[in-house]
């Protein structure tokens, strides 16, 4: 560190603790002011508790030797000619010994602070070493070799090939080269999420439009005068529209999501309440398993978006549904975990292997099992349901085992 960048730190450090002591010594002053005027007005209050009942029109003063405190009296006295007289002398001895202990810690405290600088000086060391590294490369000129070396670097650089990186070969150029590598690894990973969520999307869709365009064609051919192909075709354009316009509207939520244009309305929300809820329109809508709602509190209550969560919720209610059996039981909890608000979703289903279980919520994956059964889907409801309780600063936890179910358990940080 060169000695004018030394003397500047050492001013600007002094400069501080000086602030600081002067901010301190103020709180002192206040905080002593504020004790004296509480001890003032209780030894006012206890002595007009001292009088006796029933006297009127009294008179107040004090007397005492002038400039002495100690002999200072406080009396009042009654129209019937009464005197009563109160020493502040017994006060001022009971308060000595702990107005010398408070005084002797500040005045020791304000000591030490003038001697903090030091330690000033250490707070602001980063902040020092950023204005020297700033000063650095302000200091490169525009003609310089050093920046010569890092513009022929970059220039020499293609971004598109995988592992490429800027190398100048400088030690005083490593700090900007370290940085501009990390940007460049950072856009890469952004490019590569976004072709791999294009072509997901992309093979998503191409299934129902095949499907589509296979209907219609046999339609062209054969639907004017088969009655049963009209039937078939009519109610696989449906299933197929229903199918596209839920992946769209999927679609269009993560990626509001990811654009930050995804609003919460944020409430006092009840997640007790939000299973009971979603386990009584589960019991309505699907008779194919039994739904069962395990003991726990009544009420247990978080700051959320009680909308958002119910979807969420539903979906991993309608994912334990798809992969279970006919007849299996579906239990639904919330609860309180050593203080910590949390509602699970277990199922009797076909599980998932621990390898399965690291990628659920990643757009577009299903499981081995997931693909071969006859249920269909995007692979896009667990993503949107982590999006929500990442939202609302919660955690997933899944346990799974093949053949014997699933359990999903979701976390809140905070209880109303």
Excluded at 337 to 353: A, K, L, R, W
Excluded at 382 to 409: C, M, N, Q, Y
Aim: overall charge negative; charged content about 25%.
């Amino acid at each position: 560190m060169s000695s004018k960048n030394k003397n500047g730190t050492s001013s600007i450090a002094r400069s501080i603790n000086m602030s600081y002591w002067l901010q301190q010594l103020g709180n002192y002053i206040f905080l002593n002011l504020v004790i004296v005027t509480m001890i003032t007005v209780m030894f006012f209050i206890w002595a007009e508790g001292q009088l006796p009942e029933g006297l009127e029109n009294l008179n107040r003063s004090f007397a005492g030797e002038s400039g002495k405190l100690q002999t200072a009296v406080y009396i009042i006295s009654s129209a019937d000619g009464q005197e009563f007289r109160f020493a502040l002398k017994p006060v001022l001895d009971f308060c000595r010994v702990p107005a010398i202990v408070l005084l002797s810690t500040e005045g020791l405290m304000l000591f030490g602070s003038l001697f903090s600088v030091s330690m000033v000086r250490k707070k602001l060391k980063p902040l020092n070493q950023v204005a020297m590294k700033m000063e650095e490369l302000t200091n490169i000129s525009a003609g310089g070799a050093d920046l010569k070396t890092m513009e022929e670097a970059i220039e020499k650089l293609n971004p598109d090939m995988p592992g490429a990186r800027v190398t100048t070969g400088d030690k005083e150029l490593q700090s900007l080269e370290i940085a501009i590598n990390n940007m460049l690894e950072r856009m890469r990973e952004s490019h590569r999420q976004q072709e791999r969520f294009v072509s997901d999307a992309s093979h998503e869709l191409r299934t129902p439009i095949a499907v589509i365009q296979g209907y219609v064609n046999m339609l062209d051919r054969w639907g004017k005068d088969d009655e049963q192909i009209l039937r078939e075709s009519i109610e696989a354009l449906k299933n197929e529209s229903e199918h596209m316009k839920n992946l769209v509207e999927q679609l269009l939520f993560l990626a509001r999501g990811d654009s930050g244009r995804q609003t919460l309305n944020m409430a006092e929300t009840d997640i007790a309440e939000i299973v009971r809820e979603v386990m009584e329109e589960s019991l309505m809508i699907d008779g194919k398993h039994e739904y069962r709602l395990a003991g726990g509190p009544l009420s247990v209550k978080i700051t959320g978006d009680g909308a958002m969560l119910k979807q969420a919720l539903r979906i991993f209610v309608q994912n334990a549904a798809k992969y279970s059996n006919e007849g299996d039981t579906i239990t639904l909890k919330a609860g309180l975990d050593n203080g910590v608000p949390f509602y699970s979703v277990q199922d009797e289903g076909i599980g998932m292997q621990s390898s399965e279980v690291v990628h659920v919520f990643e757009r577009f994956y299903r499981s081995d099992s997931a693909r071969n059964s006859a249920e269909g889907g995007t692979g896009l409801g667990l993503s949107i349901a982590k999006w929500i309780v990442d939202a609302h600063g919660g955690v997933i936890e899944v346990l799974s085992r093949p053949d014997f179910g699933t359990r999903i358990t979701v976390k809140f940080s905070s209880q109303l």
